[in-house]
């Protein structure tokens, strides 16, 4: 096949196609697309549930907090076991019994949900919260496990930013149609679960087709998948239950990859309590402003000003993101190689908070973290993708879902101490965290650069083993 079909025509638009890439990259897109629509159906009942699973003693933002904690604890078992499973399964397996295996837990969540069939059972808003974190495992990461391990790194780098298009527009598509459904009593709450489940179905269907196509196209073409020219040390070992986190340990490279992970998670989370803290205190000012005394009336005003802050907040964060991730995302990473996509958020995130140590009013700190949280979700996205394609399909299986996950966890566990620190030891203002803030980024930056180096080194040994 020398010519482009009118799909791959259309493609062009958002990336370089080359003649063939188009129907598994449509299938891949289709598939993130459907995968993050259902998790946007399922992540809006984890705030409501565990907003009515009191602790005694904790506070509702306690609870919250510590849950991060203890999601952290928890992935790591559930890792080093995902490890395991990776070694005894083919990759379309995993995917298609992990899915399924999500896909019961959801209907046993959706029996027990409060005030359904049950009044309220001790602490199933928790599990139910811990239960969210493991999905990222099962069915999020794991797809772009098996999107990096489909792709070579030559084909993954132009494809993998059209592909991260379904993500954001999945995500942005099931904020808005839970908005619609819920909103509008066409369903009630409680029957997200169920619905959620068939674009889960179908995302199955999808992975089993990408796979049969390319088990058909490298027998018939004779191409190598990265498994066979991607190898990059590491333990000779069986995967074990520690397998996941440790193997972190033993690679530079993945030594590097976790502590960007830590950083940007732990820098955004800061920003996101940073920026609820303006929020109130401008509401508060406000309230005050206009004579809002009553306890009732207060309450209601700073919950319904809160709620609208929030709504344009983030419809202006996932438009900013699509188009970034339509237009910009591929084009940078072309013309600007790995090191431009990946160091781009730390750089926006150096400059936004400072602004916003300088400037800490919301007008401000509102346009900065649009600007960091889209960038995030597009840009950012794209090169946690690309990160993994020089690198074999045991330390994708084994140390991408650790990194994706136990990582992620750990930031939001220091985010937390970070706000109890900084609060009941230190009270900080708000200007005093911002600044704090503007350290991490710089920490941030420092391992970004050494991970680019790796990342280049990886590249290099994978070409040159494909010239020997």
């Not at 984890?46 to 699973?53: D, F, L, P, Q």
Request: aromatic share 12%; hydrophobic share 50%; with cysteine.
């Amino acid at each position: 096949m020398t010519q482009l079909s009118t799909t791959e025509r259309l493609l062009g638009v958002f990336t370089e196609v080359k003649p063939g890439e188009g129907t598994t990259a449509v299938l891949m897109f289709a598939n993130v697309f459907l995968i993050l629509l259902a998790y946007y159906f399922i992540k809006p009942l984890r705030e409501g549930w565990i907003a009515v699973s009191d602790v005694q003693g904790l506070s509702k933002m306690e609870v919250k907090a510590y849950s991060s904690f203890a999601q952290s604890i928890i992935l790591l078992f559930v890792v080093g076991w995902y490890a395991r499973l990776s070694d005894r399964w083919d990759r379309v397996t995993l995917f298609t019994r992990a899915t399924l295996f999500c896909i019961s837990n959801m209907i046993i969540f959706w029996f027990l949900q409060p005030n359904f069939f049950f009044e309220q059972l001790p602490i199933s808003g928790l599990v139910y919260y811990l239960w969210v974190g493991m999905f990222g495992v099962f069915v999020v990461a794991q797809f772009w496990t098996f999107c990096a391990d489909v792709y070579s790194e030559e084909r993954g780098e132009r494809m993998l930013p059209f592909i991260a298009i379904g993500a954001t527009s999945g995500a942005a598509a099931g904020s808005w149609i839970v908005d619609q459904l819920v909103g509008s009593g066409v369903i009630p709450t409680e029957a997200l679960l169920l619905v959620a489940i068939a674009p889960l179905v179908v995302s199955i269907m999808l992975v089993r087709t990408v796979g049969q196509r390319q088990d058909y196209l490298g027998r018939d073409t004779g191409e190598t998948t990265p498994d066979e020219n991607t190898e990059v040390a590491e333990p000779a070992e069986e995967a074990s239950l520690w397998s996941g986190a440790r193997l972190v340990l033993f690679s530079k490279f993945l030594l590097l990859a976790a502590l960007v992970t830590l950083f940007t998670n732990w820098v955004n989370t800061n920003g996101e309590n940073l920026l609820f803290r303006v929020i109130q205190e401008t509401l508060a000012q406000q309230a005050q402003s206009e004579g809002i005394t009553g306890e009732r009336t207060l309450m209601e005003f700073v919950r319904n000003g809160t709620t609208a802050f929030y709504g344009n907040f983030y419809f202006w964060v996932n438009i900013v993101a699509l188009l970034l991730q339509a237009f910009v995302a591929s084009r940078l990473l072309k013309y600007g190689g790995f090191a431009a996509i990946l160091l781009i958020l730390p750089v926006i995130a150096l400059t936004s908070y400072t602004v916003m140590a300088l400037l800490p009013v919301l007008a401000v700190v509102k346009v900065m973290k649009i600007a960091e949280n889209a960038t995030d979700y597009s840009l950012n996205n794209t090169s946690r993708h690309v990160l993994w394609l020089p690198v074999s399909s045991a330390m994708k299986y084994r140390g991408k879902p650790a990194i994706d996950t136990l990582y992620v966890r750990l930031g939001d566990g220091l985010a937390a101490i970070t706000v109890l620190v900084g609060v009941h030891l230190l009270a900080l203002s708000t200007a005093g965290f911002f600044v704090f803030n503007v350290f991490l980024v710089l920490c941030w930056l420092v391992a970004g650069v050494l991970l680019v180096r790796e990342h280049r080194r990886a590249s290099l040994e994978v070409a040159a083993r494909g010239t020997d």
